[in-house]
């Protein structure tokens, strides 16, 4: 039981883990696209 939880519970802060990275990614290509149009 309780390894199944701990297997769930990493399971999902990976999860966690790669919404937050995407997100970074996405803010950084449209900062990106931002800064090449200004300059």
Do not use: A
């Amino acid at each position: 039981m309780i390894s199944i939880y701990s297997n769930n519970l990493e399971y999902s802060l990976k999860n966690v883990d790669s919404k937050i990275l995407g997100t970074i990614n996405s803010i950084n290509s449209t900062l990106s696209r931002i800064f090449s149009f200004l300059y």
